[in-house]
């Protein structure tokens, strides 16, 4: 019997998050599930609540819908050491899902990946066999840097949102976006869309078409957040343009901007629409209202519904300003950009986007009035095919989850006087439930007396088992690893060290992920427990996740993985095992960076296969970190010509301290969380007095603008600059 109860999995939500364009989709696919398809819906908040929670589900629960805040919940596994908030909360969300009963279908927003870590267990086959896991495409980063006219920032945290974003896409088993345009990004990308995808329009709000009594045409509103993209200087272009015929310039204009304040060429959007007043005639009246609620900006549009509203934006994704325009039946003047033109039938509602032909049009609509614009899909064909789409999840098959071949394994356990350890690590493997193993202990030429005591025991009583020794001179852990690997013939390579623990389902969970999705190479997140005493007992002190297959990523914090590693033996060769170093504590990162680049796929499990023992004297702790950012370096400079090498070691150090970033640039998220908040409240109390300076200015403004007035300062009754 399937499920009728649904999953939406969001960052933004409008009782939390005000004018998120994100949460508005959302809120009104929610209440598209529980009112027009009679689903029962549960909201998963990603973000911290910061205590208003409460407040949420009391908002929700009128609507029917459940709330669940990640925040408030307690996990396995706490998070705080793993390498952004996107990861973070991907994983958390993933942890809650698993214990939860099966939905019908889980819906990401793709915003913020909130999916990564539930489509990624999807993929290696360990979650979620009969819950059909949906993406929702609202805005990928790389599509809003080029929109916005900025230069993405090369940090190791944007890189993985962006890996983050393509990996979701390529393997959610069902992909929507609203839009032609969006879709076509992706394919210009290279992104490859592995699951069911269509375009399927957004819900849009139930709001009343409005009759618009008259035609106002001397009052523009230009409605959308007050940026780069949303075509803010397109749109101030167009009036200065305006402004140059003396017959338009003499007329009268009330120019209002209705949206959030945001940034436009490096400078506050505020500022620069200032700058641009100073240039219009004084006697157009301008108003900035950006501190409106959704509510407020509703009841804007009805009280000024005879206002003709600009919406010029350079490229768009089925934005929320244009979907009310829509439903209320307003008089919209709208770029016929990417993504926007599609949601209009009424092509006198479209210009081309660029300044001449806006301002043409304002020109033309001064003079000749505008009608209302009319939406591409009608409200009954979104709800059909909306059911129709819902029909089709609830329906997917689940996948073929086939049993894994039993190829054989070969376990190379590299050891260089480590012989306390040794005997542990040996026995964890004996102790698995995958039986075609062979298992290589390679001594790196130990000289400590307990050490070669553990590998003579060994080797007695491993003439005849699955455990073999191997002996060489000192050359390094990485010699010893390629050593390890000629004297075996297993299909695949396990690389293991000797101070580490294999939990019992260890090779199996990993040769049938492995196989499931097609890889050459698996790696796994870090499940770490201190070094301590025989007779205390393990604890695990932290978890440290891993991202995958993300080279950019890489160039400043390990995202990929350690030689704890499952490969394939074709992999290996092809890539040429491990390369001695100066320093070969990342020599395991630097092979894995050759592997992705000779395009073999990696990827990581987050299932915990085995245990990382943490000690004061091992090699990624005493090792110098120039050197090993060097190896990882040369992996990624040494197919490349000089010029290209030496800018990349210029423009991308590794390894900037000594520490992982576990916190967002070195900042702990309790502060962060704070320090935001801190922002928030003196970021209100500027707009407040800037609305009371507006005020203010606006008066004075009208009053100058007043016929007396004007007459009065000609006959110089009253100063001319008064």
């Known amino acids: 019997m399937v499920s009728n109860h649904h999953c939406i999995v969001t960052p933004e939500i409008p009782c939390l998050v005000q004018n998120g364009g994100v949460g508005a989709n959302c809120w009104n696919t929610a209440r598209f599930l529980a009112r027009e398809a009679g689903k029962k819906v549960t909201i998963v908040f990603l973000r911290p609540s910061l205590g208003k929670a409460h407040a949420a589900r009391s908002i929700l629960a009128d609507e029917g819908i459940e709330f669940v805040a990640l925040d408030e919940l307690s996990f396995d596994w706490q998070t705080d050491r ?37 489509i990624r267990a999807k993929r ?30 090369p940090t190791a945290g944007v890189f993985l949102v962006n890996y983050m974003e393509q990996y979701t896409v390529e393997h959610a088993d069902f992909v929507v976006a609203p839009t032609r345009s969006m879709f076509e990004f992706m394919d210009e990308q ?11 329009p957004t819900t849009p709000p139930e709001l009343p078409r409005l009759a618009i009594p008259s035609e106002n045409n001397q009052h523009l509103v230009f409605f959308g957040r007050l940026e780069t993209r949303k075509g803010i200087g397109l749109f101030m272009d167009a009036l200065e343009l305006i402004t140059k015929e003396p017959a338009e310039a003499s007329r009268p204009l009330k120019i209002t901007f209705l949206g959030k304040i945001s940034a436009h060429r490096g400078q506050s959007s505020e500022t620069f629409l200032r700058q641009c007043f100073e240039k219009l005639p004084r006697f157009w009246q301008t108003e900035i209202l950006s501190d409106f609620n959704r509510e407020e900006a509703m009841q804007y549009l009805e009280e000024h519904s005879d206002a003709i509203f600009v919406i010029p934006s350079l490229a768009d994704n089925s934005p929320n300003t244009a979907l009310e325009c829509l439903q209320m039946g307003l008089r919209v003047l709208a770029a016929d950009s990417p993504g926007l033109g599609e949601l209009f039938a009424s092509p006198w509602s479209l210009f081309e986007p660029t300044p001449h032909a806006l301002a043409t049009r304002i020109c033309e609509v001064r003079a000749g009035g505008l009608k209302p614009c009319e939406e591409a899909t009608p409200a009954g064909k979104r709800k059909e095919m909306r059911l129709e789409f819902l029909q089709t999840v609830e329906n997917f098959p689940p996948p073929d989850i086939k049993s894994p071949s039993s190829l054989k394994v070969s376990v190379i356990v590299t050891h260089f006087n480590l012989g ?92 049938a992920q492995l196989q499931h999705a097609g890889l050459d190479a698996l790696s796994c997140d870090l499940f770490a427990f201190q070094d301590h005493a025989p007779d205390e007992p393990r604890e695990l002190i932290f978890y440290h996740a891993f991202a995958g297959g993300s080279l950019e990523a890489s160039l400043t914090m390990n995202l990929l993985g350690d030689a704890h590693c499952m490969m394939t033996r074709e992999a290996f060769n092809v890539v040429g095992g491990f390369r001695p170093e100066i320093n070969e504590a990342s020599s395991d990162r630097a092979f894995l960076v050759r592997l992705i680049k000779r395009g073999f796929k990696l990827d990581c499990t987050h299932e915990k296969v085995f245990l990382y023992r943490i000690r004061k004297s091992s090699m990624s702790r005493t090792e110098d970190h120039y050197y090993r950012a060097q190896a990882v370096l040369n992996a990624f400079t040494e197919d490349l010509p000089r010029w290209a090498a030496n800018a990349l070691s210029t423009a991308y150090p590794i390894y900037k301290d000594h520490a992982l970033p576990f916190s967002e640039n070195g900042v702990p998220q309790e502060k962060l969380l704070a320090m935001r908040e801190k922002f928030h409240i003196e970021r209100d109390k500027r707009r407040f007095q800037d609305r009371l300076a507006r005020s203010r200015y606006q008066t004075l403004v009208t009053w100058r603008g007043n016929l007396l007035v004007r007459l009065a300062r000609f006959l110089r009754v009253i100063p001319r600059d008064y």
Request: glycine share 8%; with cysteine; net charge negative.
């Open 420 to 511: 306390n350890y040794l005997n542990e690590c040996v026995l964890s493997l004996l102790d698995q439930d995958y039986s075609n193993v062979e298992i290589l202990v390679v001594d790196d030429g130990s000289t400590e007396a307990e050490s070669l005591q553990v590998l003579k025991g060994l080797e007695a009583v491993s003439l005849h088992g699955p455990v073999r020794i191997l002996r060489q001179e000192n050359g390094g852990v990485c010699a010893a690893r390629n050593h390890g690997a000629e004297c075996t013939d297993g299909d695949l390579l396990l690389f293991m060290d000797a101070d580490n623990v294999a939990c019992p389902q260890m090779i199996s969970t990993l040769v």
């Open 82 to 118: 793993v390498g952004n908030r996107e990861l973070r909360q991907s994983l958390a969300c993933h942890w809650w899902l698993q214990k939860q009963p099966d939905f019908a279908a889980v819906h990401f927003m793709h915003y913020e990946c909130g999916g990564f870590a539930a």
């Open 190 to 200: 290279g992104w490859r869309i592995q699951g069911h995808h269509q375009v399927l």
């Open 124 to 153: 290696l086959g360990t979650h979620y066999h009969r819950t059909p896991l949906t993406l929702i495409i609202n805005s990928p980063t790389l599509w809003l840097d080029a929109q916005a006219q900025r230069r993405p920032a």
